[in-house]
């Protein structure tokens, strides 16, 4: 899957149990920017002494090291002994542990589909309807996030099992400021406005667009995301949901307009470096280089917030490349504003006090705000003091998720892996070769058709 495939990065497994007294990142009630009053309201009732909490995540690398400053603040002020841990291979170690009897006690997973599973087969505890209640007052599109995070249990009923932390933005389109500056161009608000802007640059002599597919054996996944995009900003969010679980199926008119739409930008020679025909030939993580190229092979290019990894050596995002919102149909002003995105969730997979004081803990701002200060976090927890942000592109995509009226997760990591992750990417590669969206939906159709 894409988020796995992205988030691949190490092959050994981590583990570490900081002790209680470990020294904390910013110390209470010295910067004013944080809430501490929260915290201090959260250590009066929360008295674990003695007690071990066991959490089992993503988080490898640098991002332990980050996660692991947060959980020195529930280590303080609780007195629980945490120890978390991680591994290359998660997805699978968390279901060989719970079937085992032998689960941890709190999990962390960004994949939807195996978080439904686990529910299912009644391996993990709903947080109730106080949790979805505080989900729907305290996160921006806050439905969204209930229905991201409730899935069916064992008797089929359904219930909240998850509490979403640390997101993901995907909606985003790059450029290179002095570059918009050079030609005039100014930053689209609409959809309208954005369609308006490529033809302006191809009527100037350029090229606007940067578009590449390619990525070894995941070749074509970067469509993917265009296609989602597309699909929230012309049709509701209930037919985008019905979209991902097959209720409708792919070959369904508002599918394939999603993929003509995706189109209107990739197959048309004179909107995209190198032509159409260099779309699916053209690695991922070359392709944002063309922004960078004087005079620019490109002046725009639609991908995650990761990608910037991926820039010339050197380049300050805020600064020498920007971001912003790609934008919906001002024809469409009913939608809103949708966004595309990912993220991890928590479950309690065993009950007890611990666990439970660790999904109150994550409703603290300081949960929030101890990463957000430092590096890789977005929140939606809308009592997060946006000024904790450790840089201002960070500040802005976490504005993105705040002004939010819909946020959907990753449509081909919700869909079976051999539609999300197989049938959907090579048919994004066929329909940019030049096949018809009704011929690459039929497609991908019938691979799913054949899994039922």
């Given at each position: ?6 988030m691949g990065?190490a092959a ?6 900081a002790?209680?007294a ?20 959260f ?18 690398g ?33 279901v060989i ?22 529910a ?7 947080l ?32 909240l ?6 997101i ?12 918009f ?24 002599g ?10 070894g ?18 049709q ?10 097959n209720?409708?199926?792919?070959t ?27 779309v ?14 004087s005079?620019?092979?490109c002046y725009?290019h ?14 300050v995002?805020g ?45 603290t ?5 101890v990463w ?6 977005l ?9 904790t ?64």
């Amino acid at each position: 899957m894409k988020r796995t495939f992205l988030m691949g990065v190490a092959a050994i497994a981590l583990v570490a149990g900081a002790a209680n007294a470990a020294e904390l990142k910013f110390k209470p009630g010295e910067d004013s920017k944080f809430n501490w009053g929260s915290y201090e309201e959260f250590k009066k009732g929360h008295d674990l002494k003695g007690q071990t909490l066991t959490i089992f995540g993503p988080w490898r690398g640098e991002d332990q090291a980050l996660v692991e400053s947060v959980l020195d603040y529930f280590r303080d002020a609780t007195g629980v002994d945490v120890k978390y841990s991680s591994s290359e291979n998660y997805e699978q170690q968390i279901v060989i542990d719970t079937q085992a009897g032998s689960p941890p006690d709190v999990a962390v997973l960004p994949q939807p589909g195996l978080i439904a599973d686990l529910a299912s087969k009644g391996y993990l505890t709903p947080l109730g309807e106080e949790t979805q209640k505080w989900l729907l007052d305290n996160y921006a599109a806050g439905q969204s996030w209930v229905d991201l995070s409730t899935y069916a249990g064992k008797d089929g009923k359904k219930e909240l099992y998850a509490f979403p932390y640390k997101i993901d933005v995907k909606s985003l389109v790059w450029y290179v400021p002095e570059n918009f500056e050079d030609s005039g161009y100014e930053v689209p608000k609409t959809m309208e406005e954005l369609k308006a802007l490529t033809e302006k640059i191809v009527a100037d002599g350029g090229t606007p667009w940067c578009i590449g597919l390619g990525s070894g054996g995941a070749t074509g996944w970067p469509a993917t995301d265009w296609v989602e995009d597309m699909m929230l900003r012309t049709q509701p969010a209930d037919v985008y949901d019905k979209w991902t679980t097959n209720a409708i199926p792919f070959t369904d008119p508002a599918v394939v307009g999603a993929i003509d739409e995706f189109g209107w930008f990739a197959k048309n020679d004179k909107n995209v470096d190198g032509g159409a025909a260099a779309v699916a030939s053209t690695d991922f993580r070359d392709s944002p280089k063309g922004l960078f190229s004087s005079p620019p092979k490109c002046y725009l290019h639609h991908q995650a917030s990761f990608i910037p990894s991926f820039f010339p050596e050197g380049t300050v995002v805020g600064e020498d490349a920007d971001f912003f919102y790609m934008p919906p149909y001002a024809s469409k002003a009913d939608l809103g504003n949708p966004v595309l995105g990912a993220g991890t969730l928590a479950m309690i997979t065993k009950d007890t006090p611990a666990s439970r004081a660790f999904i109150e803990f994550l409703k603290t701002p300081i949960a929030h705000e101890v990463w957000m200060a430092q590096s890789s976090f977005l929140t939606p927890l809308k009592s997060a003091n946006k000024d904790t942000y450790a840089n201002g592109p960070m500040k802005k995509q976490g504005e993105i998720l705040l002004n939010a009226t819909t946020f959907r997760f990753d449509g081909s990591d919700l869909m079976p892996g051999k539609i999300g992750a197989g049938a959907f990417w090579t048919g994004m590669v066929d329909y940019v070769g030049g096949k018809s969206s009704a011929d690459v939906a039929a497609d991908v159709q019938k691979a799913w058709d054949a899994i039922k």
